[in-house]
């Protein structure tokens, strides 16, 4: 490494150590996110139903959005019936005007902002990536990666006002290494790696934590349509939505505060490497 290099990235390191003020903030209740608010996108099912599941135990009120009423409404009956604090509404993340809406009910309802899960993603294209058009790449990539900068860009002021928060992306092991037949999609979650380095340090001096979730192949209904391959030891079965759920969790908890920019594996053994 040239020594003008290595001085640029030592002043970064050190620029985001002056400016981050988590450490020594950690409460003796570390897993309890009681009086914080989380909204959570494509949260009707699956990973991000298992998200606001797992917000919502640890004490935070969470906001749940799908595209139809229909899932909405279901979800939400199943998380009041678990004791959450659940508010619900529909909501396509590939539309401004539905990003406004969501992020502006839930100041009205919920009074602030805390954690944003960014889950939603598409994906309208199987096959070999040299036959996908350029209208399948705008929405892929409008939806899994354009929408979750501006939700972020939306929700980041209203963080501020309370004096931090939690930016979580749910990428995919696809990220790593991209699945057959998904080369459009997988280009997407790579992007999000991305995302979430960029984001980190410029986000730091407001003490918002950017850090990001890779699962393997998760039992969800997405999953049922990619060919299942044995890749490590624990592969043997399917992941679980409630495991990734978790993980996220954590990374909005007291106990993740000196975690940053970072993307978390959940991938049951499958190796990881760009």
């Known amino acids: 490494m040239q020594r003008h290099e290595s001085s640029v990235m030592f002043r970064s390191v050190f620029r985001c150590i002056r400016t981050n003020p988590v450490a020594g903030q950690r409460s003796m209740s570390q897993s ?21 599941q797992a917000l919502g135990k640890r004490g935070a009120h969470v906001v ?40 502006q009910m839930t100041l009205d309802q919920c009074g602030g902002i805390d954690i944003l899960v960014s889950n939603a993603a598409v994906n309208p294209f199987f096959g070999n990536i040299m036959d996908s058009t350029e209208d399948i790449w705008d929405k892929i990539l409008s939806v899994n990666v354009k929408s ?4 972020t860009k939306l929700v980041v002021p209203h963080m501020e006002k309370r004096g931090g928060g939690n930016v979580v992306f749910v990428s995919s092991v696809a990220g790593y290494q991209p699945m057959q037949a998904l080369g459009p999609y997988s280009v997407s979650k790579t992007a999000l790696l991305g995302l979430t380095r960029a984001l980190a340090p410029e986000l730091a001096h407001s003490n918002i934590r950017v850090n990001c979730v890779a699962p393997g192949v998760i039992k ?31 990374l909005c908890s007291e106990e993740a505060s000196y975690i940053t920019g970072e993307t978390i594996t959940v991938t049951g053994g499958i190796g990881c490497r760009l």
């Not at 979750?148 to 939700?151: D, E, V």
């Not at 391959?229 to 990734?244: A, F, M, Q, S, Y």
């Open 32 to 52: 309890s996110l009681a009086g914080k608010v989380a909204i959570v996108t494509a949260s009707t099912d699956g990973i991000g139903l298992a998200a606001a």
């Open 64 to 103: 749940v959005s799908s595209r139809r009423q229909a899932n909405v409404n279901k979800a939400v009956t199943l998380l009041q019936s678990q004791s959450i604090q659940v508010t619900g509404t529909t909501c396509n993340v590939g539309k401004g005007e539905d990003r406004e809406k969501l992020v």
């Open 148 to 151: 979750a900068f501006l939700m």
């Open 220 to 250: 969800t209904r997405f999953s049922s349509a990619v060919r299942r391959k044995r890749h490590g030891p624990l592969c043997i079965t399917l992941g679980e939505p409630e495991e990734v759920g978790g993980v996220i969790a954590f």
